[in-house]
T-cell receptor, first 116, second 111 residues
Framework: NAGVMQNPRHLVRRRGQEARLRCSPM?????VYWYRQLPEEGLKFMVY????????ESGMPKERFSAEFPKEGPSILRIQQVVRGDSAAYFC??????????????FGQGTRLTVV | GEDVEQSLFLSVREGDSSVINCTYT??????LYWYKQEPGAGLQLLTY?????DMKQDQRLTVLLNKKDKHLSLRIADTQTGDSAIYFC???????????FGAGTRLFVKA
């Protein structure tokens, strides 16, 4: 059973370009979470999705950021018109449908975005 | 609101014990986690404790929870150079979905 798979591991974008980060949850997991880790900081919650639904996006910046988790395929975190301040590690986590009672969300290896 | 705080740095000698401390603010029933992050890598869940427990031991790791003071600690016995990493304390309310992380404690192990 493969773990949470994120790709790419490293992504370099010029200012103004778009960044698309992908996350494939663990098999059997239908809940996906995105977190951002700025340099020298802890992880900050961004968004929680279930298949085809955004459950909570209270941690998402109001502009340029969007997330989806379609019925088929991976979850995508999309950042439009990237700026240098978007440079960070973006982590995806997944958990099974009994998320409320579950003890653990499993994290991927992260995508390190560098904006030049 | 939820908040998790931890000291930023800890330096120990190889073979000594390391104690990493964390405080949290939420009074609800929570899961409290310790994650390890090596340079350039993802998060590895080391251990967790439920807020109705006082202690949990797992090989070289001992977690102590003081519910009254909302203080959590992670003790690593016989610390090795391979233990050098960032250790994150985190909490999640039972029935909730958001994990709140501290800023991480950077553990340096000197040979």
């Amino acid at each position: 059973n493969a773990g949470v798979m994120q790709n790419p591991r490293h992504l370099v974008r010029r200012r103004g370009q778009e960044a698309r980060l992908r996350c494939s949850p663990m098999k059997g997991h239908s809940h996906v979470y995105w977190y951002r880790q700025l340099p020298e900081e802890g992880l900050k919650f961004m968004v929680y999705l279930q298949k085809e639904n955004i459950i909570d996006e209270s941690g998402m910046p109001k502009e340029r950021f969007s997330a989806e988790f379609p019925k088929e395929g991976p979850s995508i975190l999309r950042i439009q018109q990237v700026v240098r301040g978007d440079s960070a590690a973006y982590f995806c986590a997944s958990s099974p449908p009994t998320a409320g009672m579950n003890t653990e969300a499993f994290f991927g290896q992260g995508t390190r975005l560098t904006v030049v | 609101g939820e908040d998790v705080e931890q000291s930023l740095f800890l330096s120990v000698r190889e073979g000594d014990s390391s104690v990493i401390n964390c405080t949290y603010t939420d009074s609800s029933s929570t899961y409290l986690y310790w994650y390890k992050q090596e340079p350039g890598a993802g998060l590895q869940l080391l251990t967790y404790i439920f807020s109705n427990m006082d202690m949990k031991q797992d090989q070289r790791l001992t977690v102590l929870l003081n519910k009254k003071d909302k203080h959590l600690s992670l003790r690593i016995a016989d610390t090795q150079t391979g233990d050098s990493a960032i250790y994150f304390c985190a909490e999640r309310i039972v029935g909730g979905f958001k994990t709140i992380f501290g800023a991480g404690t950077r553990l340096f192990v000197k040979a």
